[in-house]
DNA sequence: TTGTAAGCGTTATCAG
DNA sequence: CTGATAACGCTTACAA
């Protein structure tokens, strides 16, 4: 079928090969003649609409039963003006709001409205644009919308590293919020190099996002700025930036860091050695902060050299508890500012032929999923991930759809001890406090 | 300043609270007079932007030391009309191409062509604009390119579940192949749900995303077929959809299980038992259709009851081992088609007090991060996953670039066995071949 | 080398 | 209740 042969057309459909040229919507029961051609040819596939001719040959609204075929024929002029004659135009395959309009006989104003569920439809308009609509598969052009509504139904979501065990976790509850709302997310992975998150940044405002998430980073201030500026609203988790104030995620370090060392303490141990994480992080200074704090309370043994540097990776906690075994006054626990590290230090130990818990304990930071295989058991500080991640979009929701100016919201999530098989009475005491039976998901020491 | 005193400004501009101005761009040395405040009140901040009056009252390319004040007194109707007179227009803060080319003193088209970097631009007016561009921090709408272009510099990163420790790393080596173009990343969590699923795709559609890649799920017919009518290019990852070919990557499973049981059997062991993945899954289905191959290929203990059902969990796997370990003929060695479920079956070992690998012998599949803790110290068959990620995003790139009627391409990566703790000769074997030395520190002991 | 103008597909406004 | 129309911000023929 030669469909190529009207004059006005021929410009834009180049030089068609063989077709196959299949119904797809219109006919006798659709109210406008037939309308809709689905043009294959190979993998390529076509949608010609005849929406111009239809206004131009007939009566609006015309039930059904017109003349049913031979209307390609009629060579037209211009295309895409909704008003005189018109060619049949040939789409990269998506029917616009203008075909949907024309094979219901309304005005594209009409067909937005009613698919907007606006009052001001008829009921029958309404379900007559939406069947139509249903038939012919169309769906707006979310670039038409975002341009026109300066909106995009898009989140970013700015994270360091989603290989790190930590952050899908968070990310899945991200998802599960925004996904409600029909919202996409769009997933940056910076490595924590600044230029890649300016960069995101950047191309996450040219996408007009509605909102944004950061995890675990800071932007710099220009960044900041330039987020500002746009008027995107931005939740940032588990880091603070240093002065501007957003809304914030975050976990209540200081008291999770304070029931490990209380439990410890409980056990019995007053040496207890500190894995820090990455420097400039604010979550890892809260927490070393915290461990001093509890150290001092306690009065336990503030030797400096018991608290060892790492940057939250396992390898940094194999060195540390390697470095802290090597102490001539080794300590009798270990505290690690994340569950990585904590692992880290327990393959180290068990390397060493260090048993524990019976010669040291290890206390973990973040209940990471594989912290409770039985065979790693590890002790740690519970934080809410997923939890977190909700808790961040759903911020970010509230603040999308309200007011921007009112004054930033924190959400600070309870951590709670897991106690498992990692902790134990440091050795050669003569029993303290009575050990809670492990596997036990007790949150605080029993005291 | 109460700028908003022009007459056709003041239906856009509403009732103003008081605001700070800010001279952002132009002035003496900018070729064109005052013409960018930012104006700030609390948290909100617009860009006013003069552009139209420098058009009206001003020659195209004076150069400077215009009356640089006192402009916004002057009223003026029609505003975004590039010809005549205009109002200064507030923006929700974002300059625009007409913007910028009004502060260059050349038309929009000049502007777009410069950033494009155009051949048909001279140097001088290309960097002015580049220049101008930077002052002002002008970046071009992605709505407004999208649409006009019909892309959207993003695609559609369809997973099952993001906290599964495989996907992550996949996600990763996409990511990575996709930053260098600096596309963006759409991240489509689908739980498996077919409903969700074919929401996503439908909303990734509607963002005319440049590609897709789906990893380790079908998409249902009537998805695909969408996906193939949009010709968006999709890469399929892990599991092939049936009934259509597209470009895909994969492992060879086949010769990684394969590599397993020979492995297996070269320690001596001849009950070798298999813990399958989820059904319905196509790579689940290779796995264990190579665990039947090989079994049969060295004419191993065939029995069915070694072969059981699991759904890629570690409780899943938990369980397999102990159904098996309660069969009255018990294997030697636990195959499972993925590390979480083998390392369930560890736990459940551990559980029972039985040794691995004195005992049993526990061998695993992915090689996810966690399987070379020295406590897990798995066994496995390595399952390139930062590659799998990067091939199929390459695939896809050179889709998109390239022609899309050439045939589908597959990259089938080569798994690795990796020999770790979990494995050892069979009990009561009179010494078989000799065993590698184990590079690794054993496990199992537990305590 | 640059400018003009026509869209891309929506939705909001306002008029019927 | 419905329709015409004007944006939204950009790119690309085509004209100058």
Redesign the pocket.
């Known amino acids: 079928m030669p469909v190529s042969r009207s004059r006005g057309a021929e410009s834009r459909i180049a030089p068609l090969p063989m077709f196959s040229v299949v119904l797809v919507a219109g006919g006798p029961d659709c109210g406008a003649g037939l309308l809709f051609f689905r043009l294959q040819s190979g993998a390529k596939t076509f949608l010609i609409r005849f929406a111009s001719i239809f206004w131009w040959g007939m009566s609006?609204n015309r039930p059904r039963e017109e003349q049913a075929n031979g209307q390609q024929g009629g060579g037209a002029p211009?295309n895409?003006?909704v008003n005189g004659t018109a060619a049949p135009s040939v789409?990269g395959v998506?029917p616009?709001?203008?075909d949907l309009a024309a094979l219901c006989g309304?005005?594209?104003?009409?067909v937005?409205?009613a698919?907007?569920d606006k009052?001001?439809?008829?009921a029958?308009?309404r379900d007559l644009v939406r069947r139509k609509a249903r038939e012919i598969g169309?769906?707006?052009?979310s670039a038409?919308?975002g341009?026109?509504?300066?909106r995009s139904w898009s989140i970013g979501l700015v994270v360091g590293d989603i290989a790190n065990p930590f952050v899908p976790d968070v990310v899945r509850g991200v998802e599960d919020v925004v996904w409600r709302e029909r919202k996409n997310l769009i997933l940056c992975n910076t490595d924590f190099q600044a230029e890649k998150k300016t960069a995101y940044v950047r191309s996450l405002l040219d996408k007009q996002i509605d909102g944004m998430i950061v995890l675990s980073q800071i932007l710099d201030a220009q960044d900041m700025e330039r987020v500002a500026a746009a008027g995107i609203p931005l939740v940032t988790v588990n880091r603070r930036a240093p002065d501007f104030s957003t809304d914030y995620v975050g976990i209540d370090n200081q008291s999770g860091v304070r029931m490990a060392v209380d439990y410890l303490v409980s056990l019995g141990h007053r040496r207890i050695a500190f894995v820090k994480g990455l420097f400039r992080s604010s979550s890892a200074d809260d927490r070393f902060a915290a461990y001093q704090a509890a150290v001092q309370a306690h009065g336990l043994d503030g030797d400096p050299s018991l608290a060892v540097q790492g940057d939250y990776s396992m390898e940094s906690g194999d060195s540390a508890a390697r470095s802290l075994m090597a102490l001539s006054q080794r300590p009798t626990a270990i505290l690690a500012a994340n569950d990585l590290m904590a692992l880290g230090a327990l393959g180290a130990l068990h390397d060493l032929g260090i048993r524990v818990p019976a010669d040291v304990s290890v206390v973990g930071f973040d209940n990471i999923q594989l912290a409770e295989h039985p065979l790693l058991n590890l002790t740690t500080i519970n934080h809410p991930k997923r939890e977190t991640g909700d808790a961040a979009a759903r911020l970010l929701l509230q603040r999308i759809a309200g007011d921007r100016n009112e004054p930033p919201r924190s959400v600070v999530l309870k951590p709670s001890l897991i106690v498992r098989g990692t902790t134990a009475p440091p050795p050669s005491t003569p029993k303290p406090r009575r050990r809670r039976p492990v596997t036990v998901r007790g949150t605080g020491d029993g005291g």
């Open positions: 609006r211009a895409g003006t789409s998506r616009t709001i203008l309304v005005s594209p104003a009409t937005s409205n698919l907007a009052p001001n439809v008829k029958e308009t169309y769906h707006a052009s038409a919308r341009l026109r509504l300066g």
